[in-house]
């Protein structure tokens, strides 16, 4: 039988690396036989590094296209007839940056999803972000906006989907995320809980949803390596690597709150999200971080996740989430 084929956007991505990689380690479901899924990595240029390193993996076929253009993917559908049809599509889109308009992002969400419907996709994994669940929707503003109209377009077109929500502890990687653990210090309140995940391990969740679409059809999976306070972190931190955690001086992170809006305005979704969650408004909320436990029981923790990196950890993480110190200085409103 021919593997299933499985559409990545974002595929040079750490959160689609995450599930190429995952997948190259999976062994066929019978002896003998072909992998159980061959990937169709989406990227604007086949020629670049991230594209060529992608190309050397057995599973793996390079697709050039533009999240943009509706007739470019529509021909990467076309195509695949020939193999079958796409099966699966993992669709993580990038970040705009913080601040930055999101209609794009929101755009390529719908068309990819029109897509999935139209040719009959069996699996539709979107990469989302965690809200607090639906009660705020109508109160989102861009990045977050975006990703709630594209859920809520998902199910209204009742595709074969599952979104899975995160916040990723490599958030805190690196120059700018010694910044940002600055930031969230100074700014949140000492009580104020955040749930983090490895991006590697939305690599195992999406793989499980894929390998056992039917236990999780048109489920939320919220994704919880550990619920804990900026405080908390430091201290697995610390366990961790014997290393006080990378931050940033406290001046430079009142400063980038005091000038900053989308800052400012990050840390208020923050304190929203866990306010929700301390006062159980989000009913279903336990039992979606039970399903992304279900599809991969061994979701690490800060500590574990610290105590793999300790090795060369600090370094300046380019271009992840978009997000650089030119836009924390500047960007204002």
């Known amino acids: 039988m021919n593997p299933k084929l499985i559409l990545v956007t974002g595929a040079t991505g750490r959160q689609g690396r995450a599930l190429i990689n995952t997948l190259g380690l999976t062994a066929p479901s019978h002896a003998d036989s072909e992998p159980d899924f061959h990937i169709l990595a989406l990227t604007r240029k086949t020629s670049s590094p991230a ?26 559908f076309e ?26 992002e929101e755009s390529q969400g719908k068309v990819l999803a029109d897509l999935a419907l139209e040719f009959s996709v069996s699996a539709f994994i979107f990469s989302s972000v965690e809200r607090g669940g ?31 929500q995160v916040f990723f502890m490599e958030n805190f990687e690196g120059t700018i995320g010694a910044i940002a653990a600055s930031i969230l210090k100074v700014g949140l309140k000492p009580t104020t809980t955040i749930q983090v995940v490895a991006v590697e391990d939305i690599g195992h ?44 001086p406290v001046f430079v ?55 793999s990196r300790r090795q060369g950890q600090s370094r300046w993480q380019r271009g992840w989430n978009n997000v650089s110190l030119m836009n924390l200085v500047f960007r204002k409103q």
């Open 51 to 76: 594209a060529i390193s992608l190309a050397s993996y057995s599973h793996v076929s390079v697709i050039e296209g533009n999240l943009d253009s509706a007739t470019s993917l529509r021909k990467i």
């Open 134 to 164: 639906e009660r705020d929707d109508n109160k989102a503003t861009l990045d977050r906006l975006a990703k709630a109209r594209i859920e809520h377009h998902i199910r209204d077109l009742g595709v074969r989907a599952f979104s899975v």
């Open 253 to 307: 992170a009142r400063l980038l709150i005091l000038i900053n809006g989308p800052t400012k305005g990050l840390i208020g979704d923050l304190e929203r999200v866990h306010k929700i969650q301390e006062e159980g408004a989000a009913p279903d909320h336990a039992a979606q971080v039970a399903a992304a436990k279900k599809a991969y029981p061994a979701l690490q923790d800060f500590e574990s996740w610290a105590r």
């Open 205 to 248: 969740v999406a793989a499980g949803v894929f390998k056992n679409p039917e236990i999780f059809h048109q489920q939320i999976l919220c994704l919880v390596g550990e619920r804990c306070t900026m405080k908390q972190q430091e201290e697995s931190y610390k366990r961790a690597t014997g290393r006080s955690m990378p931050m940033a």
């Open 79 to 104: 195509d695949a007839k020939s193999q079958g049809g796409i099966w699966g599509v993992f669709c993580v889109l990038a970040f705009p940056g913080l601040g930055a308009n999101a209609d794009h």
